[in-house]
């Protein structure tokens, strides 16, 4: 019997992906995907085929648990990506990449996507000096992103960003020189995207 690692390591399982629920344990050795990289249950069991219409809610279901989204929340992402120029499956994917919350998670100063959430509604983050506490916020090409002034959220944000400093700042942001600041230089493309995801399919689920 192997050693339980609670549900979170389980959806991430399911869906064959890291969804980086549990922080810097996903990126460790210790992720349990990496160490049994097969859906829970019977590992004997053969599954059936999947229709077209269950690969596209598969698809759904991946890009909401992992930038954390409800289904009311991604059918208005789904309703302004159709509205939009362009590719609807990348403009799709972009849009959640823009999330406040997303982008305080890439910037390495939370190790989850679940915490930077929790950093945006508690008020630590500020976006081109005022404080912004929508996690939702769709940031825009030269926008100035801050840790909040006062030792709290300093603190709070430096602990997390010496922590997770390993990873990479987007090509589309850059830094400031102590990691407590960001200024967006341009905006997300679909291969800024992390998530090993086939958007088309779901564009075709919901234009049923």
Known sequence: MGRYTGPKCRLCRREGMKLFLKGVRCESEKCAISRRDYPPGNVNVRRGKVSSYGEGLREKQKV???YGVFEEQFRRYFAI??????NTGETLMTLFERRL??????LG???????????????HINVNGKR??????????DDEIKARPGAQSQKRVKARFDETK???CPSWMVLDGDGMGAKVIGLPSREDVSIPIQEQLIVELLSK
């Open 64 to 66: 909401k648990r992992f």
């Open 81 to 86: 990506a159709t509205g939009s120029k362009g």
């Open 101 to 106: 919350d997303n982008v305080v998670f890439k």
């Open 166 to 168: 390993g990873r990479q």
């Open 132 to 141: 912004v506490n929508v996690p939702s916020y769709s940031i825009s090409k």
């Open 109 to 123: 100063w939370a190790v989850s996507r679940g915490e930077a959430r929790q950093l945006v509604v508690h008020g």
